[in-house]
């Protein structure tokens, strides 16, 4: 309850009608990025909190998948969000101030079937703003990674297929997968938001938000590599 105390009084709430502003942006379109950016600091006069929550994911096998997929794939998850974040950073920089909140995947942590570019995105995402961390933390920019578990949002049916422009909710399998999704323990999205503000107004660093099973897959994954790959070479070889 205390932490929650600390994330309202940091975090109070804005006037919708003047504290706000809705900009269309493309992730993949970087050179609008900058621009953007500084529509906004004009608007409001400086930025203090940049959150990267955009993204996709994926259900396919590597070798089903053409790269062309792959590759819009980390356009949006990987290269957007350092491309924004670029655009964002020399504004801080100059105040000496700011925070940089990142929503990554507990698959940041392991590799998974049928997510290999979704994994190799959050992968690149940790080494990215664990260094920009290092390199940005004399200077009193906080940077902060969110390595959710299982989130219930619409980006399960969105997910990207083997198929080009095809997304997994369009498809039959999708359809067939609905009783499987119904065994996942999802935290709902409010849920995910709440935890997420709590950390941003304690300036942690990395956080791991998760439901069980998931949080302890990424605890032996971080400290028991080679245990954790074994338990799951058995959970799939059940599973198929």
């Not at 309850?1 to 600390?6: F, M, S």
């Not at 399998?173 to 323990?185: G, H, L, M, V």
């Not at 990395?206 to 028991?224: D, G, H, K, N």
Request: glycine share 6%.
């Amino acid at each position: 309850l205390h932490r929650i105390g600390v994330a309202i009084e940091k975090y109070p709430l804005f006037n919708k009608e003047k504290d706000a502003l809705i900009l269309p942006l493309d992730l993949t379109k970087f050179s609008t990025h900058t621009q953007l950016t500084s529509q906004v600091i004009q608007r409001f006069g400086k930025i203090d909190i940049l959150v990267n929550n955009g993204g996709v994911s994926q259900t396919f096998a590597v070798e089903e998948g053409p790269l062309e997929v792959e590759k819009n794939l980390l356009d949006i998850n990987l290269l957007g969000t350092i491309s924004l974040t670029k655009a964002v950073l020399p504004h801080m920089l100059e105040r000496r101030a700011g925070q940089i909140v990142v929503v990554s995947s507990v698959f940041g942590k392991f590799g998974f079937p049928r997510l290999a570019a979704y994994s190799a995105s959050k992968f690149g995402l940790q080494g990215y703003f664990n260094t920009l961390r290092f390199e940005t933390v004399k200077r009193n920019i906080k940077v902060l990674t969110v390595l959710f578990g299982p989130v219930l949002t619409d980006v399960l049916g969105n997910r990207l297929t083997n198929t080009v422009n095809l997304t997994y909710k369009e498809t039959d399998e999708y359809k067939q997968s609905r009783d499987t999704f119904a065994q996942i323990k999802f935290m709902t999205a409010q849920r995910s938001a709440k935890l997420m503000v709590v950390t941003m107004a304690n300036d942690l660093t990395e956080v791991w938000p998760s439901t069980q099973p998931s949080l302890i897959s990424i605890y032996m994954a971080q400290y028991m590599p080679s245990i954790h790959l074994r338990v799951f070479e058995k959970i799939l070889d059940k599973l198929t």
